[in-house]
């Protein structure tokens, strides 16, 4: 791994440069939070968050996707169907939400190829940016991740006194900064330590931790605990769990258009609606708040684990802060750990 | 200020009581500043209750979202009361409830506490970023005077404040079986944020404004689950035939959604500002609910809440009744 | 090859027929793909299905109730129910509707060979059985006795009336037939599924048991079956789920850490009883 500076001054032309040639996203503020968008200019972007409101799983897997097109009806057919094939980056994504990309690699590119995410993810660069400043739930260490980690990125930049420490990760990072080598030069030793420094730093200010040891094998015996009917007693079935988090991926499908011609699109659903398994005969395997939210903690904490061999969790706490009724995801499995069970 | 002690004691009885199921209180909660809803089933489990600025959550949803799941061969249906706490707008909530059939006034054990105002979750934790806990929260002489790791903080109200407080018309609760504490002096309510500057603008800007803000929209319909008035049984926006409201996430359908949200709140909506302070992408659709709260109260001189035994708006016709707005 | 596994291939309703007229019909519908590689390069086992679409009102998953021995079109029989099934049964024969699939997992027919097997349907559910049962018929020598229970609420919602009238003209096959609540000129037994299965007592010897109808029926029929002394290993059952992609992505299909879709829908009584989740 190579590792360069740029000086601060000299981002705003990096940024420039890569707008140019690629679609970049980067966060942006509006109406008092960060979401990522479309940057033309350096100046749109706003750096001073920690985490943008919604994932940026939203640029690889789109909230609204056209799946193909249509003509409808009884003599319809089916018109086209377009794969995104452009080339993106994402800049400033946090090492967590970059992490959120390798888990949901395994369910876009499981039994069946989902080409739209596939695409995307393979035509994207990710340069994140490391947080020198965790919040107060933020808990990616629980995973083997760090605030600087650079395990799931391109790249990695890292805000340091003067300069940001440029890493350069992987083959497709360094040929995203072929041409703007003018820009960086090769980091001193003192840089590296100082961007060692601030990474050991953040991580001692992570002050929440989940105990994950047992819990697959834990959960497996506690299907029926009460602990699931006192957890989900408070909810309020608003979904904004799922669709904030970096990891839930599940969606609808549904067809839209006029009466001359339609798409069959997807779109974000979440498990915790009631409508999500209801059966078309008034069957549902879920019917209430206590199977939904069981099956949410279940979804990432045991079938994850044996499905995909991963936690389907970055410890982002988008969930834990914007929960209006304060269920903790931390809190829930540290009861489940704690539950005794013969 | 509420005397906790008083409060503890007050909801043990109720709990103890054979025809009461379980009190919903608040209780602190897990980081920071967070507060959980609690659900006592035991004397001993109500310790925990609490009441602060912080109490803001309008705790009347949670009777009706209680589930009824088929019973089992032999099984009773349990017909016990359920106890609830609610501040002033909290109590409009379940007075309007009740008038709609939505629940019966007999199995409820209402529990009211006067309110000052409460603070703004997204305020506080902007004015204090990553505070792991607090000691103590109360207001007093128009400060909030907060403890945090033995350093005491004294804010002006109105920074913390959430914004629909001002507007509030009913600080004491409405409706209550038992009240703790006095009843507090009443303000004069205030339009709500910058509404009246809103309603200077042209058509077109105003239109303008709201679909910048539409466009944010993702769609999860938390404002509808977090509202105590959103309890149909099926909502137009999950029905399929018809389907009202296309799933797709874009300005059109974000609009159709926010509006016809609003609408279907018209004489309903109690102004309590669950659904704004919900909402994870800040829509301030308190604005939009204090504008046809507004329009309601000039049309039909009608206030959603305030009397249990009114008619809803909609469920009644008087022959003066204006009818400018029907085309 | 078509890369998006969203887009479904085009299919011709070639005919349709109305196989019950209860409270909620059933059709099954003949469908032959449009394209003549396509219907050349098509190929599915008894136990798979396919999303079927009708452009503009959407897509649902069912159970392909033709046989793989029948070429060159697949049927499916669809219940009156929801958006989806109502704009199917309004369908005419030419109409165009889209295909995806087969999906799923499917019934060991091959490694059954040689043994007796018993159905056991009721209602809709009797579509994915259809397909076997078709199946083990046209390949009548390599299997020993085949027995059909099926039942339905009433002779109107009764399925597949005439090809159950032209099996009891053949003496390969046995068929018990049953209605819920007796009606004028019913002959054959009246109650529910599961008790007729008693009445008729099998014997579990060499023997396959298979089962599909609604969730009530099957949960009566396992238990009987194990009671009759069927092992956990000879009780075969197809599980339906709400989906939408069908191929394991969307989420809403799973049952515990099993994904209807592609770990399913046919699940052995043994695996059955591995799963714990909501069902």
Known sequence: MESLVLSKNKLPELINKISSEHILYGPTEENNYSSFKQILNFDEMNLSYLLSRVSPKSILFKQTETLFKFIPGRKGSVKSSEIPEEKSVIFAIRPCDARSFSILDGVFNGDYEDPFYISKRKNTVLIGLTCNKPEQNCFCTTFDDSPGSSKNLDILLTELNNNYLVEVVTEKGNNLLKNMRSLLKEASKEEIQERKEIEEHAISTINRKMNLEGIVPKLDKMFDHELWHNTAFKCIGCGICTFLCPTCHCFDMQDEGTLKEGARIRVWDSCMYPEYTHHASGHNPRPARMNRVRNRVYHKFSYFPKNEDVTACTGCARCIDYCPVNIDIIDVIDKVGAILIE | ???????????????????????????????????????AYSPEYVDKFIFNPLCKKNLAVYPILEEKLPLKKGEKADTRKIGVIVKGCDSRALNQIIQEK???????????????????????ISKFPNVTDYTDIEEKNGNYKISINGEVHNIPKEELLADFCTSCV??????????????????????HNNLKELNEKTIEEKWAYWEEHFQRCIRCYACREACPLCYCKECMADMLTPQWI????????????????????????????????VCPVNIPLMELNKQIENDVKEMFNYTAGMDVDEKPLFGMFRPDDPEEFIL | MNKNPYMPILATISSIKLESTGERPIKTFKMVLQDENARKNFSFLPGQFVMVSIFGTGESTFAISSSP????????????YGKNTQALHQADVGDTVGLRGP????????????????????????APLRSVINYTLD???????????????????????????????????QTHLSIDVEEEGWDEFVGFVPANLKRLNPSPKNTIALTCGPPIMIKFVLQNLEELGFTEEQIFTTLEMRMKCGIGICGRCNIGNTYVCIDGPVFSLKQLKKIEGDM
């Open chain 3, 139 to 173: 390949n009548r020598d390599k299997y020993k006795n085949i027995d059909i229970i099926y039942g339905a609420r009433t002779t109107k919602d009764l399925c597949y009336k005439d090809e159950f009238a032209e099996m009891k003209q053949r003496d390969d096959v």
């Open chain 2, 170 to 191: 009913a600080p004491n609760p409405v409706i209550y079986d038992i009240l703790i504490g006095d009843e507090v002096e009443p303000w004069e309510p205030q339009e």
């Open chain 2, 102 to 124: 939505g629940q019966k006034r007999e199995n409820l054990v209402i529990i009211g506490i006067p309110c000052t105002g409460v603070i703004d979750q997204k305020k506080i």
């Open chain 3, 69 to 80: 021995t029948q070429k060159d079109y697949i049927e499916v029989s669809v219940l009156k």
């Open chain 3, 103 to 126: 999906y799923g997992n499917s019934f060991d027919v091959k490694g059954w060979e040689g043994k007796n097997i018993l159905f056991i349907g009721g209602g809709i559910g009797q």
């Open chain 2, 246 to 277: 296309r799933r797709s996430v874009n300005l059109s359908e974000n609009t159709a959604w926010n509006i016809m949200r609003a609408y279907h709140l018209a004489g309903r909506c109690v102004g309590c500002g669950e659904c704004e302070s």
């Open chain 2, 1 to 39: 200020m509420v005397d906790q002690k008083l409060l503890v004691e007050e909801v043990k009885k109720i709990v103890s009581q054979e025809d009461v199921k379980y009190v919903i209180g608040y209780k602190k909660g897990t980081y920071g500043f967070a507060i959980s809803p609690a659900f």
